[in-house]
């Protein structure tokens, strides 16, 4: 009896350090794939976490096609020992070949559950905190942005309309929240306009990478600075005032909720990488010369 009650303590033991280190792991590598926000500092704390063990690994292991397969083989050896180690104090008979299988198909589902839970997270916070930028918010849309893409081609086949993803609606029967591919084409304008290298489009979001200028006189646009769209900004950099400004502003321009705006890059900084699901309206300052 007391034998059984410290194999089950180890087991959960085991069970619950690796795969806290695995989550991590798969953490780093999603986000790194999805091309997260470096200096998050969410981010930041998960590249601490994780480089020990990857920087000797990735002077061996190469990446492929933009994946780091450094941190691909790091999973796959580290859910290999868990389940090797929890079928040896269970008493059970361990197969290599049986054990990898088991592995990846553990990781596979491990994969899938992030995706589901970050989605789920995001739906949740953007009721709680429309509007409002956190680590969170941004590393999340970063991480789910392929998924609404996915979910904005359903919609284009099955109802034969965009649907962004707003949290408030989430099928293409609610004319509050769905246009016609032939609106949406009309109000972006004629193929005919120059290109703007600070824009382009991501399904039925509007990304748009600025310059922002905080602690002037009022919020307006200040033109073009480099590549990127120049923003004054009233509000001061303090306290997350700033983003919070240039969020309003754009929800007020672009006529969408503030939920629909999403600071993916450049929180901390003054070059920021912003994105504006389904515009209801193109202002003229967007493709002004």
């Keep these: 009896m007391g034998g059984s009650y410290v194999g089950n303590a180890a087991t959960f033991l085991i069970g619950t350090l690796f795969g ?12 790194q794939w999805a091309r997260a926000d470096f200096y998050n500092p969410i981010s930041q704390a998960i590249v601490k976490v994780t480089q020990p063990v990857l920087r000797p690994l990735r002077q061996v292991i190469p990446g492929l096609h933009g994946i780091d397969m450094a941190s691909v083989t790091l999973l796959f050896v580290l859910k290999f020992v868990e389940l090797w180690l929890t079928m040896g104090i269970l008493g059970y008979s361990t197969h290599v070949a049986g054990l990898s299988i088991l592995a990846v198909a553990e990781l596979i589902s491990l994969l899938i559950n992030v995706f589901l839970f970050s989605i789920l997270i995001q739906v949740v916070l953007s009721w709680l905190n429309p509007g409002n ?4 918010t ?5 991480l789910n942005e392929p998924c609404w893409g996915l979910r904005g081609v359903w919609c284009n086949r099955s109802a034969g309309s965009i649907c962004p993803p707003s949290w408030s609606s989430w099928s293409c029967n609610s004319p509050r929240y769905c246009w016609s591919p032939r609106s949406v084409i009309s109000a972006v304008g004629s193929s005919s306009q120059a290109p703007r290298p600070w824009k ?18 009022r919020t307006e646009i200040a033109g073009v600075h480099g590549e990127r769209l120049k923003l004054r900004i009233a509000a001061p950099p303090v306290d997350d005032a700033a983003n919070k400004a240039l969020i309003a502003f754009l929800a007020k321009a672009f006529k969408v909720p503030k939920g629909h705006i999403a600071l993916l890059s450049g929180a901390s900084g003054r070059d920021k990488r912003v994105a504006i699901a389904a515009p209801r309206r193109i202002p003229e300052w967007l493709d002004a010369p």
């Design 138 to 142: 941004s590393l999340l849309y970063s």
């Design 20 to 31: 806290l280190y695995i989550l991590i792991v798969m953490l780093r590598l999603l986000l």
């Design 200 to 217: 382009h489009w991501q399904d039925q979001r509007l990304v748009l990478d600025c310059h922002v200028q905080p602690r002037a006189s």
């Design 133 to 136: 930028y956190n680590p969170i």
